[in-house]
């Protein structure tokens, strides 16, 4: 999962699309960077760390000229942790520079890679990005537009990119629109393009539409932008950027993301009824649904669990140990709230069993008499090939237990999931939203 951004003619783009990459920090938090244009030049500075720890003080900005502007916030899902796999990337080819942003995964990375270096290219990073770049370059074709288009031809999976060059601003979004890209609009005329829409109100824009499956979006300077429907839209929206990985304050697709996970609490409540004296999220990831479960339930709802907001989401400490203690860094019970009751606990998602183990502990340990684990998405029984860092089969632990084995595991006295129909009557059903963690079903082979 990453957060990109596009600033497209507006004073100091860069300071922007900073503004935007930091409303975007829930999207990754390993590396971010921004490249920016002034016509005759690109910029590019990027850097292992959060936003404000890159971007710390003014002259970053004085760097950075220019009033168009690329940026990114990276969560690894393709390559390695190393500052070479930090975007944007950037390259000097036939027809000038260019620099490239990326959200998603693509699913024929290896065998264009190897292809490539067949031929004789020399890759800079392991990211999957870089195969576009290559693809770019290499073609004959003469104009940045029609490279664009024929390296797209060779590249499957999902993706939202975002291309500039010293004068012009590419938006692209496959033709599932598996992440979420949306189109903004400054006062002065200039635009944005963000992969979430809570980039747009800190930075004073105005949602203008989603960018369409499949469209390509092209930013020239006096005039407005072109759109070109390159593929026939075929709508495969991720359900797990509802779920868990947007903000909540972000419209994807029409659709309000906290509303979809009050919601998805709601029908958890009917789906998995109990008897309970209180309702507890997991903070922050399982407030909404815990509001809806207890609006729906009638049991009450108490903020228990107090997060502290200075560590950062347990994934991303890659060894178990660190990740145990982790939780308890983060989560802390208020006793006085659960001891001695049944308590009803929602967390948005179950994938390793981590947090759940963890905090079925802490409760317990605070005194509450009954712990009632629910999750506000089906079981996780697949690994996601489309941009969200879900672990390998070995790893998740409903591809390898049962529900009754979990609960034992966890030390919960009952535990339950949305169902997938449940899931998809949260999101609706004007659209079939891509499921494949919870059905297996990969529609980009
Ligand atoms: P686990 O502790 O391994 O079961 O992971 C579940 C917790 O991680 C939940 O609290 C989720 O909010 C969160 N989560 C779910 N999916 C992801 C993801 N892809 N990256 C980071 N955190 C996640």
């Known amino acids: ?192 393009v963000a992969s979430e ?54 419209v994807i697709d029409g659709k309000n993301v906290y509303e979809k996970r009050l919601t998805m609490g709601k029908i958890l409540a009917q789906e998995n009824p109990v008897e309970a004296d209180v309702v507890l999220p997991v903070p922050d990831s399982g407030i909404a649904a815990a509001l809806g479960y207890a609006k729906e339930s009638g049991i009450p709802f108490e903020n228990a669990i107090v997060r502290n907001h200075y560590v950062g989401r347990t994934f991303i400490e890659p060894i178990q140990e660190m990740r145990d203690l982790k939780v308890r860094l983060k989560l802390s019970p208020i006793r006085e709230l659960m001891e001695g009751k049944r308590v009803v606990i929602i967390d948005d998602s179950l994938v390793r069993g981590t947090t759940s183990k963890q905090i079925v502990k802490m409760l317990k340990e605070a005194g509450a008499k009954e712990v009632h684990m629910k999750l506000a998405s089906p079981p996780i029984k697949h690994p996601c090939r489309y941009g969200i860092d879900t672990p390998s089969y070995e790893e998740l632990i409903s591809a390898n237990m049962s529900e009754e084995e979990i609960c034992e595991k966890i030390g919960a006295d009952s535990l339950s999931f949305l169902s997938i129909e449940g899931l998809k009557e949260s999101l609706g059903h004007d659209r079939n939203y891509s499921m494949v963690s919870f059905d297996g079903e990969y529609f980009i082979a």
């Open 1 to 192: 999962m990453c957060a990109v951004v596009g600033v497209f003619n507006v004073k100091s783009a860069s300071k922007v699309a900073y503004y935007a990459l930091f409303a975007m920090q829930h999207r990754g938090q390993e590396a971010t960077g921004i490249s920016s244009s002034d016509g005759k030049n690109i910029w590019t500075k990027k850097r292992r760390g959060l936003v404000t720890d890159v971007f710390d003080g003014e002259e970053n900005f004085e760097y950075l000229k220019g009033s168009m502007a690329v940026g990114h916030n990276r969560y690894s899902t393709a390559g390695s942790h190393s500052v070479l796999d930090a975007q944007p990337i950037s390259a000097k080819y036939k027809l000038g520079e260019i620099s490239v942003v990326h959200n998603g995964n693509l699913v024929n990375k290896e065998e264009v890679r190897q292809r490539l270096i067949d031929e004789g290219a020399i890759f800079q990073s392991y990211m999957d990005t870089e195969n576009l770049i290559h693809l770019i370059a290499r073609s004959q074709k003469t104009s940045l537009e029609s490279r664009i288009k024929e390296a797209l031809e060779d590249i499957k999976g999902a993706y939202c990119f975002i291309i500039q060059s010293r004068s012009k601003m590419f938006a692209i979004r496959d033709k599932y629109g598996v992440r979420p890209l949306s189109l903004g609009k400054f006062e002065n005329g200039g635009y944005i």
């Open 197 to 250: 829409t809570c980039a747009f109100e800190l930075v004073g824009a105005k949602f203008v539409r989603d960018v369409n499956p499949g469209e390509m979006l092209i930013f020239e300077k006096g005039q407005e932008p072109i759109s070109i429907q390159l593929y026939e839209p075929e709508p495969r929206p991720c359900a797990f950027e509802y779920i868990y990985f947007a903000r909540p304050d972000s």
